[in-house]
């Protein structure tokens, strides 16, 4: 079945360090790909997307890149703050599944930011 | 608008007894997802509805679970008996479409089984 493998962590950094959380996935089929964000006490929020090979999502400086053929999905960020501690979550979704969007994650990044 | 909220946040039962968790989707999503995370591992998908029908439920894992949405509007997680295994975090999360395949989460219900 379609799998998620992330980077465990937790991950300490210091403000304004460089960021890469590592993503790989096993899927049939072309799944969606998505990093999912949980800052404390809230739900997950989408962070980003991409839905084919080769796109590239981004949001709040944060960037991942499809790369099917190393079936990864790598989170990155050039300066991290501190308001980006939280757990980060990669997760792919196959549209094939007969209707069903369900989404596979990985088991979550923490993240903490240091100042 | 309302995002998709979930009650209780928090709840804590002995083994053996019931609960319901409830989760209202945010207004005119007709797909409803359940999810669950297990301390430490992965947050795994249990089922998925399509406005009331139960489009997917291959994640529940026995029949001690049952999920519902009359109406197709709020859905309910009852688990009776609880076990120690089911402890962990509930998630809910709302799509407006078939092809849509951003989720909006709610905040999660937190059961412990004690």
């Known amino acids: 079945g379609n799998s998620v493998t992330q980077m465990e962590g937790p991950v300490t950094l210091s403000e304004e360090a460089f960021l890469t959380i590592n993503c790989t996935y096993t899927?049939?089929?072309?799944?969606?790909l998505f990093w999912y964000v949980q800052y404390p006490g809230e739900g997950l929020q989408l962070l980003l997307k991409a839905t084919k090979a080769d796109d590239k999502g981004s949001n709040k400086g944060f960037e991942a890149t499809y790369r099917k053929e190393t079936t990864s999905f790598h989170l990155e960020k050039g300066s991290v703050q501190v308001s980006d501690s939280a757990v980060y979550f990669c997760a792919l979704s196959d549209g094939d599944q007969g209707g069903s969007e369900k989404l596979v994650f990985g088991k979550g990044t923490k993240l903490t930011v240091n100042p | 608008e309302a995002g998709v909220t979930q009650f209780p946040s928090h709840s804590v039962i002995e083994k053996g007894q019931t609960v319901t968790l409830r989760c209202d989707p945010i207004s005119g999503h007709d797909n409803l997802y359940w999810y669950r995370r297990v301390m430490g591992k992965e947050i795994k998908f249990l089922l998925h509805f399509v406005k009331e029908s139960k489009q997917d439920e291959s994640g529940m894992p026995n029949n001690r679970f049952l999920a519902e949405r009359t109406g197709g509007t709020y859905s309910t997680l009852k688990v009776q008996p609880a076990e120690l295994e089911d402890s962990g975090v509930y998630f809910c999360?709302?799509?407006?479409?078939?092809?849509?395949?951003?989720?909006?989460f709610g905040p999660g219900t937190r059961l412990t089984v004690t």
């Open positions: 899927a049939t089929g072309y799944p969606s």
């Open positions: 999360a709302s799509s407006p479409g078939i092809q849509s395949y951003e989720q909006y």
